[in-house]
């Protein structure tokens, strides 16, 4: 049982502010998975929380435990690698079993009863007499995550675990490893730069940026209620449309087309099932932020209202369970999600629907979500 407290973790390196305090706790038996673009800080969080890093200020702690200055093989967690880390000398069973004969805590008995549950959890019988060079990059993985398993740790620590491995053996990795999780509901960190392996593993995913955390929720609230523009922007593929917008009355104006916004003139609620808050007559700046599958072609979407625009095609991609429709308003370009087989031709002129309980807006100086 393992719950681990993050208190305004700070690591730099030189000039460099990696980690710039970071506030987190992680729950005991949960799969948090921190994502964000290459150098926000992620694989420093980890190895923070691991001890091959030092922070420089701020506390980790561990249930009641302070480890902040504890030494890596006296945290009792267990790190799994890209890279796998294997001895390549080593057979499978002497990459799993070697740190646990090192530290001498276990006898050969015991030793062999854990490789046994660890081989058929992972399903790697037949790997435990190989060498790494005789195996492929997912069994390698296996018999990392074998080796981490082995010493039941009070946390596993992955970092990019599946980045080695081709697409569809990535796709199958991870809903092992979330079976796995179901079955020793073991404390998880997990790093990625990848959104969509941060949205299927994660019970609550961490999005990064410049070493800061922008936001932290479930999967689906931050995909539904962004709270800035970068996480908007990071979580969703094809990614948000970002259009500027001139708010007035209750209506998004951009050159060309006018945007109703819900219920003008209200108090600000829960973000997307209430009324956007508007200042009546009071004219600003914002960023208006529509998902691309919730802008519509009006012929397929009637139900939504007379609130509708012209818009030009200009390219179409077809991603075979939709049509993405690149398309363009006076100087605003933007994607639409049609659905497959849409006919459509560059230069048609086509109508646009958006659902209004859908929208988002952002201040355009500091990208803070405005409901
Ligand atoms: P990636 O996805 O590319 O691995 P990341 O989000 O894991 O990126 P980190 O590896 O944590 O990012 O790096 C955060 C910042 O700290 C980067 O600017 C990186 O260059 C810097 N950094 C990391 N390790 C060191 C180090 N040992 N010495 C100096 N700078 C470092």
Redesign the pocket.
């Known amino acids: 049982m393992t719950t681990i407290q993050l208190q305004n973790l700070r690591?730099e390196?030189?000039d460099?502010?990696?980690?710039d305090g970071i506030d987190l706790t992680i729950e005991d038996g949960e799969f948090l998975v921190i994502v964000?673009?290459?150098?926000?800080?992620?694989?420093?969080?980890?190895?923070l929380l691991a001890g091959l890093?030092q922070a420089t200020a701020g506390r980790i702690g561990m249930d009641d435990r302070d480890v902040t200055s504890t030494e890596p093989k006296n945290r009792n967690v267990a790190m799994v690698f890209q890279n796998y880390a294997l001895y390549p000398h080593m057979t499978g069973r002497r990459n799993i079993t070697f740190g646990m004969k090192s530290a001498g805590a276990f006898t050969d008995d015991e030793i062999d009863q854990r490789v046994e549950e660890a081989a058929k959890t992972l399903d790697i019988a037949d790997l435990l007499d190989r060498k790494p060079e005789a195996m492929s990059g997912g069994e390698r993985q296996r018999i990392a995550l074998g080796r981490a398993i082995v010493r039941d740790p009070d946390a596993f620590l992955m970092?990019?675990p599946l980045s080695n491995l081709d697409a569809k053996l990535r796709i199958q990795m991870r809903a092992e490893l979330t079976r796995l999780h179901a079955e020793l509901e073991t404390t998880t960190v997990y790093?990625t730069?990848d959104q969509t392996e941060a949205m299927t593993l994660g019970e609550r995913v961490v999005v990064?940026n410049d070493?800061r955390l922008m936001q932290v929720d479930s999967p689906q609230v931050l995909y539904d209620f962004p709270e800035n523009r970068f996480v908007a922007e990071f979580i969703g593929d094809p990614a948000m449309n970002m259009i500027d917008v001139t708010v007035e009355d209750g209506t998004a104006i951009h050159d060309g087309f006018e945007i109703p916004l819900p219920g003008a003139g209200t108090d600000a609620g829960t973000p997307g099932t209430d009324p956007i808050p508007e200042r009546s007559g009071d004219r600003h700046d914002a960023v208006l932020g529509v998902r691309p599958e919730d802008f519509y072609l009006a012929q397929e979407s009637p139900d939504l209202g007379d609130a509708t625009f012209t818009a030009t095609v200009d390219v179409t991609e077809p991603l075979g369970d939709s049509l993405l429709v690149h398309c363009s308003v006076g100087d605003a370009v933007f994607k639409i999600q049609a659905e497959p087989r849409t006919e459509l031709q560059s230069g048609d002129e086509i109508t646009v629907a958006s659902d209004p309980e859908r929208l988002h807006l952002f201040d355009p100086e500091t990208g803070e979500a405005r409901y």
């Open positions: 690591k390196f030189d460099v502010v990696a980690v964000g673009p290459s150098g926000c800080g992620k694989s420093t969080t980890l190895r890093e970092d990019e790093v730069h990064m070493g």
